[in-house]
């Protein structure tokens, strides 16, 4: 009875073993080298800047931040702030016809995304991304900027302009938010669903490493909306910067920065008081971030009904589904 029992037992665990194996067969995918991304997606417009951020403490931070600089020395710039799972990459044809209309547009990849590093710390924050984008700005020697961002990159946006605008000659004319968090949104509001060990280095580590391209197609046919759908090549590129050493577990892994002062809504006031002409651009079927924000981004900006556009058909990143369609409405807000 016992020898049939260890029989049995044993079986169950080959099998259980045979499960486990095909799964990582079918889901794992290793980190790519960074110097096999950097010849596909360091472009002629790419450069390399090494920042040092400030922690809460005052310790220095240091990290190693990819940016596109895109047109003219001499024309207006604008800045234009990707997605979480997203790159700089997401606004080139945005970049290609500002230019055409004789702006300078610089797209930056964020912490933790695209070519970029991340920080050591494993912490991320509005105020940290803010501060890398500043930095950049400052190496160019840049003093006055157009600002805007999708998704996080939005936040980054809001949370720049109520820090920096105004201050040691400092100036941002204008802001675009395109489907932004908005700061009532909780950044623990998906974290909250993760088991507690799915966070550990260990675990992370291994569970971060499971993303077959087809799961990640099926997870960017969601962000679209119905008009479109995401083309083989941008998939691949979310797929393969997302593949970047570091950057799948820090998805996992990033705590937020518990910063006090100044609140998210305090800083949407000090904007609106500020007089900062802003646009709001929101695909109607976006399933990330709700529409509802774009009226709450209207009314605590005190926007007019016409800088509050909602695109029917597309979903949360408009200017990747249909850039012809809507960096026309950027290019005629930026000229008025």
């Given amino acids: 009875m016992v020898r049939r029992l260890l029989k049995i037992l044993k079986l169950i665990t080959v099998i259980l073993l045979v499960i486990f194996s095909l799964i990582l067969i079918v889901f794992t995918r290793i ?30 931070l240091d990290i190693k931040v990819h940016y596109q600089d895109y047109g003219n020395a001499e024309y207006p710039v604008v800045v234009l702030l990707h ?24 797209m930056i ?85 993760l088991p507690g060990i799915m966070t550990t280095k260990l675990i992370s580590g291994i569970v971060s490493q499971m993303t077959p391209k087809f799961l990640l197609k099926f997870v960017l046919d969601g962000v679209y909306g119905s008009d479109h759908e995401p ?33 998210g809504v305090e800083r949407l006031e000090m904007i609106k008081n500020a007089g900062i002409p802003t646009l709001v651009l929101w695909g109607e079927e976006d399933t990330w971030v709700d529409p509802e924000y774009a009226i709450a981004f209207k009314e605590s900006l005190d926007l007019a009904d016409g800088n509050v556009i909602v695109y029917s058909g597309l979903g949360h990143v408009p200017m990747e589904e249909a850039p012809e369609r809507t960096v026309v409405d950027l290019i005629e807000f930026l000229a008025r």
């Fill in 31 to 60: 980190d790519l080298a960074v110097e096999r991304l950097e010849d596909d997606y360091f472009t002629d417009h790419s450069a390399y800047l090494n920042v040092n951020i400030p922690d809460l403490d005052g310790n220095q």
């Fill in 83 to 106: 997605g979480a799972f997203s790159s700089s990459h997401t606004f080139i044809s945005w970049a290609d016809r500002l230019t055409e209309t004789g702006y300078r547009v610089l």
């Fill in 109 to 193: 990849d964020l912490p933790y995304h695209g070519l970029s590093g991340g920080f050591h710390d494993q912490i991320t924050s509005l105020r940290r991304s803010a501060a890398v984008v500043k930095s950049v700005i400052d190496h160019l020697d840049i003093e006055t900027v157009a600002i805007g961002g999708n998704s996080m990159g939005g936040g980054v946006s809001w949370y720049f302009t109520s820090e920096y605008a105004g201050k040691d000659g400092f100036s941002v004319s204008h802001l675009v938010l395109i489907d932004a968090v908005h700061p009532e949104m909780s950044y623990e509001d998906g974290r909250e669903q």
């Fill in 231 to 263: 083309d083989p090549d941008t998939v691949t590129r979310y797929y393969e910067l997302l593949r970047r050493p570091g950057n799948r577990q820090s998805i996992l892994r990033n705590t937020q920065e518990e910063e006090e002062g100044i609140s």
